[in-house]
Structures are given as structure tokens and as C-alpha cells.
């Protein structure tokens, strides 16, 4: 069965202080991995996409990289109005072409 | 990015009335439109998968009497929740795909049932 887990569940940091989100995912044949930020009361907005192993891809302060079992969200020198909910989900052969989401790892950068 | 729109942002119903949520795509054709239902501090879970002018796929455990899609057109798909009850206050959020294009999503509503 395929699944998505992310961790932290929540993450708290200070302006400034750099770190990365995990996505830990089990598939049958990964179709892609996407990275969204969902706001409070908002419908996810899409960042990234990765295909491969080895694949990088950058958007501002985000950096986000992908391996054969997980993928990171690094974020470099955060500011407060990163604070947002990160999800991960996968696209996979036995998924139906059909987005399957991990819980999200809440960010909360404090000033 | 592609825009997804999605009427109303929040409602709140009486138990027993039915509600209809309507999505977009606002500048681009929608092939195949999905709906999810997010419950608080939870992931977002399928709950259907429809493509213009044909019968919606519907997830697992998901009462396709209850949750009815209509995808009339490229750009535009309805749920609508019949006879709501208190168990189905959810946010609920559409998203869209056109040929060659990602999954966009809208920015979801609120329903709240009394």
C-alpha cells in the first residue's frame, strides 16, 4: 500500500535559523512527489515537483531534493511569513494517477 | 500558476438541508476534477475523481448518494452534500487538471452543519 509520512509533525524556529522537513514515502513506481504549502483555511498552493532520485529544485528560500525512499524541504533562513502547514504527496503507478498526501508538517517562524 | 476558484468559502447549513459547492477552473480546461475533504490537523483525503461528462470515480467508504458530482463542462464542477449532518462539517477543497498541466487546487470551503 502506498504511503506518505512526514516529520516533523510541527516545527517552531526562530527568523533565521535554517532546517529541512522530511516526506518519507513508500510507492509502487513514484510517478513524482510534490510539494505544496497549505495557509490556514486555504486550499494547498503547489511548489515543487521532483521526478527522480537525485533531482533538485529551488524556489526562493525553499530548496527541495528527492532520493529513492524520501525527499527534504530545506528551508534557508526562514522569515515569519514562511509559517505555513507543508505538505508532501506522490503520484504513483498503483495510486490511479491519483495524489496521496502525507499529514503535513506545521512551520511557525518566529520573529 | 493555473487559478481554481471555489463558491462558497464557507457555509453553514442546517442538519437535513443539502449544500452545493461549486469549482472552477478559471484559465484553463479541467479534464479530470478532484474532490478532497480535509478534517482538522488531518491530511487531505480523496473523496472523488471526475472527468467532464462522465460518472465521478468515487474513493472507498465514500457514499456516492450522499456526495454528488456533476462535471457538466471543462471548467466547472459541483458537489453537492445532501442532507447534511453535523458529522459532515469538514473544509472541502477541489482541485483541477487539464491535459498537460499539474493538479491546481481551490481554496477550499468551509462547511459547518448545525
Known amino acids: 500500500e502506498d504511503q506518505v509520512t512526514q516529520s516533523p509533525e510541527a516545527l517552531r524556529l526562530q527568523e533565521g535559523e535554517s532546517s529541512s522537513l522530511n516526506c518519507s514515502y513508500t510507492?509502487?513506481?513514484?510517478?513524482?512527489l510534490f510539494w505544496y504549502r497549505q495557509d490556514p483555511g486555504k486550499g494547498p498552493e503547489f511548489l515543487f515537483t521532483l521526478y527522480s532520485a537525485g533531482e533538485e529544485k529551488e524556489k526562493e528560500r525553499l530548496k527541495a531534493t528527492l532520493t529513492k525512499k524520501e525527499s527534504f524541504l530545506h528551508i534557508t533562513a526562514p522569515k515569519p511569513e514562511d509559517s505555513a502547514t507543508y505538505l508532501c504527496?506522490?503520484?504513483?503507478?498503483?495510486?490511479?494517477?491519483?495524489?496521496?498526501f502525507g499529514k503535513g508538517t506545521k512551520l511557525s517562524v518566529k520573529p | 500558476g493555473a487559478v481554481v476558484s471555489q463558491h462558497p468559502s464557507w457555509v453553514i447549513c442546517k442538519s437535513g438541508t443539502s449544500v452545493k459547492i461549486e469549482c472552477r477552473s478559471l484559465?484553463?480546461?479541467?479534464?479530470?476534477m478532484f474532490w478532497y475533504r480535509q478534517f482538522p490537523k488531518q491530511s487531505l483525503m480523496l473523496m472523488a475523481t471526475s472527468n467532464e461528462g462522465s460518472k465521478a470515480t468515487y474513493e472507498q467508504g465514500v457514499e456516492k448518494d450522499k456526495f454528488l458530482i456533476n462535471h457538466a463542462s471543462l471548467t466547472l464542477s459541483t458537489l453537492t452534500v445532501t442532507s447534511a449532518h453535523p458529522e459532515d462539517s469538514s473544509f472541502y477543497i477541489c482541485?483541477?487538471?487539464?491535459?498537460?498541466?499539474?493538479?491546481?487546487f481551490g481554496p477550499g470551503t468551509r462547511l459547518t452543519v448545525l
Open positions: 484559465d484553463f480546461q479541467a479534464t479530470t
Open positions: 510507492v509502487s513506481g513514484l510517478r513524482g
Open positions: 482541485s483541477a487538471r487539464g491535459s498537460g498541466t499539474g493538479q491546481f
Open positions: 504527496a506522490v503520484k504513483s503507478g498503483g495510486s490511479q494517477g491519483n495524489l496521496i
